[in-house]
């Protein structure tokens, strides 16, 4: 169950909740609510391993991006080799080698470019999901928290009057 599952269910648990008569309060089931907490704590590492996953996929991006280059500049070497055999071949060779060689360094570069800003795109993504996350959890928590003070705070009211 991610994040937002359980942050809807919060949402309907208090929807569902009944009223308190004489204040605008609302009594919800804790056990409930905290089965509901406890799941955000058992999720909120796999939000984590995604984060983490997103790393190595950068990484692994990387990787693949160096191996094509590395595979992209032999090539240009092994064109370059067979193209020498005269003088002017050799001179044409070279030139074609280092424009290959730049084309794949600029394209390894623009691979990993993209790679960085995408990992940079996911984590800001990832980052901003668990804030908002963690910020609806907080909100609804302290609400609660509000309410059963508020709840306590009005029958020990009651009591006391008598």
Known sequence: MNMDEILDLMDGL?????????????VIDCEQMR???????????????????????????????????????KKAEERAKVLVSEQEIIKEAGELANDQLKRAKEQADSIVSQAVEKDKEIRNALATKINKTLSDAERVLTRNLNEVAATKEAVLGIGTAE
């Open 14 to 26: 208090l929807d569902k909740s009944t009223s308190v008569p004489f204040s605008n309060k609302r």
């Open 35 to 73: 089965e509901y907490v406890d799941t955000i704590r058992v999720n909120y590492p796999a939000e984590m391993k995604k984060a983490k996953s997103t790393a190595r996929d950068r990484e692994k991006i990387i990787a693949e991006a160096n191996k094509r280059a590395e595979e992209i500049i």
